[in-house]
């Protein structure tokens, strides 16, 4: 007897969103796609294009497009929640009562929430009280995607069920997924790099060099990991997908809307401009602010977000805090091998030293 087709919901018209679609249908899922404007659902269903957002690169016919959710989400193995952070709480209780408990909910975005500093499958897992929550994330520029370039990401769960369901409705020849039992970790690695990116983008448009994005990309990977640890993610997924491989693509490509946002900030407009101009969500505006504010008030050392955050929303020239960056503390390289707290009491003991035989050259 023929295995029955997997169904597969995307919440979001955006371009990940559309990007997965098209894959799990490659796949031979039957997709669904809910989006909330009917001229670019009926775009998909007519043309097969997602003029908007992914212009360039056709949809696979069999992903059919609605503006209603109880025609898309009933009967769905798997489900996808592909919008930006802002909104995906509103999506997911709107979504909710067409929603049961053995279906598989994925969150495909990189942002956390200000109410309560939430992550989004935090948000999938208390507005349903489900079982089955995942999270994908990783080196996933959606137009890439869309373009079938040989790609990685990670699905992240405790759940075994999520893991191996999301691996095969999306895993093919061009889109590999990687299992993490790290939902935490995971996610925050998506949310944290997009800070970063702002200042890759930055960086490059104020013609620094190759030296100093790796300087950046490298000492970001620190403040990253340093920041997870705190909250109880396991550093080790840093060295993933979702921690420094989707770091180095979205500090280095244009096709990153965070890094475009930095480009352009690096460029003089002011931010109002660089977001206007981008048409699109770039995340880590907002991760910088949130992020910042829970370091300061946690005490947790991370002088690249407040640096940028002091640049975004405080005026500051971006030439005038990477100068004073570079005159801040000089601290471990690998905090899990050399803990910077030995690092700085070094420093202390020397100056104590050089004081001490200061006083005595006197006495
Ligand atoms: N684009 C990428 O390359 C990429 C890759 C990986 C992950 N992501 C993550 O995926 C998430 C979604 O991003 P995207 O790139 O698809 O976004 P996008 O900017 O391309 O589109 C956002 C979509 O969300 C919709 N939307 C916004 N507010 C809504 C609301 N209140 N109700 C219904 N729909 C709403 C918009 O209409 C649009 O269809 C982002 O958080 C991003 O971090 C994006
Ligand atoms: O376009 P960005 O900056 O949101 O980045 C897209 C993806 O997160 C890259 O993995």
Redesign the pocket.
Known sequence: MAEERMRVAVL??????TALASIAADNGAEVRQW???PALTEQINREHINGR?LPDYAINPAVVASTEMAEVLPGAGLVLV????K?FG??VRQARPHLTPDQILVS????IQEEGFKLMSQILEEETGFPHIGVISGP???SEVADKQLTATVIASDDPETRTRVQTALGCDYFRVYASNDRFGVELGGALKNIYAIAAGMAAALGMGENTRSMLMTRALAEMSRFAVSQGANPMTFLGLAGVGDLIVTCSSRLSRNYRVGYALGEGKSLDEAVDALG??A?GVNTVRLVRDKARAEGIYMPLAEGLYQVLFRGVPAKEMARLLMLGEQSSDVEFVLAREDVQRAHREQEGATQGAKGGGHG
Do not use: H, M
Request: hydrophobic share 35%; no cysteine; proline share 4%.
């Open positions: 979001g018209g955006g371009s990940f969103g989006l909330r404007d957002y592909a919008i930006p952070s909104a509103d999506v495909t975005t990189k942002g996933n520029l959606a699109q969500v995340e």
